[in-house]
Each structure stands twice: as structure tokens, then as C-alpha cells.
């Protein structure tokens, strides 16, 4: 059974500082791995799919990087700002959900950026 | 402006007295599905429809119903509405039913609390 974890639960940093978000997934049998973000009241939005047969993906200061066949993916945030505070969540596409489109979450990590 | 949208936003009601939480997409979406959220145990699928006409149970099932009549609606119908499924809804929609392929779009949320 497909279990994704992400650790550390929560951080909190201050502003200007790069850091890494470390998502974690048992079976490396994944068609893709999608990173969200979640803001309350707002929901998720999606900020980078990476296919199974890549290895990295960048929108704007985000880069985020999948290692399947260690079950890893890092979410990079550069040059942190408050307005990145919010509840970061990575989800995986377990092979055999083609037909299904579930997708398998995290619990996610809630990032605070001081000023 | 592309975007999933559901209403309400947030409800609180009385056991066994039916609703309808509405989701609507305007990006010609022919995959749309239903999480739930919950402390502890993150987003898991309830229902999924892979076009018009064609829906499916996920993982946690019980208790709702959908339909897919237009391809831009996909409506979670609770008959008979119980505490346990106090939680908040998120609807989510993908070009395609080949969704390991696309990212998913996701929904602002829908808050619901039964007493």
C-alpha cells in the first residue's frame, strides 16, 4: 500500500532564507508526483507535477525534484517570503490509479516565514 | 479565469437532512472527483467520474452519492448526512481521464460541520 510521508510537520523560518520540503512515498510504481500548496480558505493549488521520468521541475522560485527510485521528492523554495507561509502538500499518482485518478497525500508541511 | 468553484463554501446542518454541495469547472474538464480532509487522516477520494455519465467510488464511498450529467458539474449529494462526515470537501477536476498524465485542479473547499 502506497503511504507518503512528509516530514518535518511544520517549520518555520525567517524571511529570505532557501529551504527544502522533503515529501517521502513507499512504492516508487508512481506515474507522477504533484506538489500543492494549501492556504486556509483558498484550497490547493498546484504548483509543480513531475512525471515519472523526470527528475526536476522549476516555476519561479520553486524547484522540486523526484528520486523514484528512493521514494524522494524535495519541494526548494528560494529566497523565502512571508506570503510562502502556508501548508505544503506533495500527492503521488500510484501506478494502477490510471483509471481512477486518486491521488495518494501527504499530510503536509505547514511552513511560517517571519519577517 | 480558469477554476473549480463549489458552493457552499461552508455549512453546518442536522443529521439526516439531505444536501448538495455543488462543484463546477469552467477548463472543459473531462475528469472530476471528491477528497475529503480530515486531521490525521489527510485527503482520501470518495468518488470519481472519468466523463459525462461515468462515475465510480474511491476510497471512502459511504454515505454520498454523485452524478455527472454535464460535463462541467459534478455534485456530491449527502442523503442522509451523520456527524462522521463532518469534514472539508475539496472537488477536483483533470483534462483528461488519463490523469497520470495531467495535474488536477483543485477546489476552494467546502466546509462542513453536521450536528
Known amino acids: 500500500k502506497q503511504e507518503v510521508t512528509q516530514i518535518p510537520a511544520a517549520l518555520s523560518v525567517p524571511e529570505g532564507e532557501n529551504l527544502v520540503l522533503n515529501c517521502s512515498f513507499t512504492d516508487s510504481a508512481i506515474y507522477n508526483l504533484q506538489w500543492f500548496r494549501q492556504d486556509p480558505g483558498k484550497g490547493l493549488t498546484s504548483l509543480l507535477l513531475i512525471q515519472s521520468s523526470q527528475r526536476e521541475q522549476t516555476s519561479g522560485r520553486l524547484n522540486a525534484s523526484l528520486d523514484k527510485s528512493s521514494g524522494r521528492s524535495t519541494l526548494y523554495i528560494a529566497a523565502s517570503q512571508p506570503g510562502d507561509s502556508a501548508t505544503y502538500l506533495c500527492?503521488?499518482?500510484?501506478?494502477?490509479?490510471?483509471?481512477?485518478?486518486?491521488?495518494?497525500f501527504g499530510q503536509g508541511t505547514t511552513l511560517q516565514v517571519k519577517p | 479565469e480558469a477554476q473549480v468553484t463549489q458552493n457552499p463554501r461552508y455549512l453546518i446542518t442536522v443529521t439526516g437532512k439531505k444536501l448538495t454541495v455543488t462543484c463546477s469547472q469552467n477548463m472543459n474538464h473531462e475528469y472530476m472527483s471528491w477528497y475529503r480532509q480530515d486531521p490525521g487522516l489527510g485527503l482520501r477520494q470518495i468518488y470519481y467520474s472519468m466523463n459525462v455519465e461515468v462515475t465510480d467510488k474511491g476510497d471512502v464511498p459511504e454515505g454520498y452519492k454523485v452524478s455527472r450529467k454535464e460535463k462541467r458539474n459534478f455534485p456530491l449529494i449527502l442523503e442522509s448526512p451523520s456527524p462522521n462526515q463532518t469534514s472539508l470537501y475539496f472537488c477536483?477536476?483533470?483534462?483528461?481521464?488519463?490523469?497520470?498524465?495531467?495535474?488536477?485542479?483543485f477546489g476552494p473547499g467546502t466546509r462542513l460541520t453536521v450536528t
Open positions: 500527492a503521488v499518482s500510484p501506478h494502477g490509479s490510471s483509471n481512477t485518478g486518486k491521488l495518494i
Open positions: 477536483a477536476s483533470s483534462l483528461s481521464w488519463s490523469v497520470s498524465t495531467y495535474e488536477q485542479y
